[in-house]
C-alpha cells in the first residue's frame, strides 16, 4: 500500500488579502457617512414639511394631554388653540428659529463625521445620534406644549413668558443633556473591576 500527500481541499485558494477587512470596514464608515450626510440635505431642502410635523405632534400632544383644543392647519406649520383668556383663540407658528432642526441636523454632520473615524465604535456613534434626537424632538415637544399651555392660561402675556424664557430653558437643557449624553455614550467607560484587574496585571 503506497503512501501520497493528498491536497487538501482548499489547496490553491488564495487567502484573503490582510487589507480586504479594513477596506471594507473603511467603506461601512464612508456609507454610514453619506447617509448622514443625506439626511442632513433632506432636512435643509424639506425643513418646512419637518416643521409642519414637529406642529401636527405637538397639537396632538396637547389635545390628548391637556384636553386643549387645538387646530393645525394642514400643510402649514401653524396650530390655532383656544385660550380661557382674551382673545379666546390664539395661534403659533413653528419658524425655523423655533424648530428642531436647527439642533437634528448638526447633530447628524458630526456623526457622519464620526462614523469616519476609526477610532470609534460605529455602533457607539448610531447609539449615540439616536438617543440625542429622541432628546432633542422630545423636549421641542414639550417646549411647545407649555407655550401652548401657558398661551391657553394667560393669554399673549403667558405666549410670551412660555416663548421667551420657559421655551428657552428647555431648549437650553435639553441641548445639553443631548451633548452629555451623546458623549458619554461615545467615549464610554470600563467597568471599575476590569480597570483594577488591568492595574494590578501591569
Request: aromatic share 8%; proline share 5%.
Amino acid at each position: 500500500m503506497s503512501s501520497e500527500s493528498i491536497p487538501a481541499p482548499w489547496a490553491g485558494i488564495p487567502a484573503g488579502a490582510p487589507g480586504d477587512s479594513g477596506r471594507r470596514h473603511a467603506w461601512v464608515g464612508w456609507l454610514a457617512a453619506a447617509c448622514c450626510a443625506a439626511i442632513v440635505v433632506t432636512m435643509i431642502v424639506f425643513q418646512e414639511r419637518y416643521r409642519v410635523g414637529e406642529t401636527w405632534l405637538a397639537s396632538e400632544v396637547v389635545s390628548g394631554v391637556l384636553g386643549q383644543h387645538t387646530f393645525p392647519l394642514p400643510g402649514r406649520p401653524v396650530m390655532y388653540f383656544q385660550t380661557s383668556a382674551s382673545p379666546g383663540i390664539m395661534g403659533i407658528i413653528v419658524s425655523l428659529a423655533c424648530s428642531s432642526v436647527l439642533l437634528v441636523a448638526p447633530l447628524f454632520a458630526i456623526s457622519g463625521a464620526m462614523f469616519l473615524s476609526t477610532a470609534r465604535s460605529r455602533g457607539r456613534v448610531v447609539l449615540a445620534t439616536l438617543v440625542a434626537f429622541v432628546i432633542i424632538a422630545v423636549a421641542n415637544n414639550i417646549r411647545l406644549t407649555l407655550i401652548v399651555a401657558l398661551a391657553g392660561r394667560f393669554g399673549k402675556t403667558g405666549l410670551d413668558w412660555g416663548h421667551v424664557l420657559i421655551g428657552s430653558l428647555v431648549m437650553l437643557a435639553a441641548g445639553g443633556a443631548a451633548i452629555l449624553v451623546y458623549l458619554r455614550i461615545m467615549t464610554g467607560h470600563r467597568p471599575r473591576r476590569r480597570r483594577k484587574e488591568e492595574a494590578v496585571e501591569g
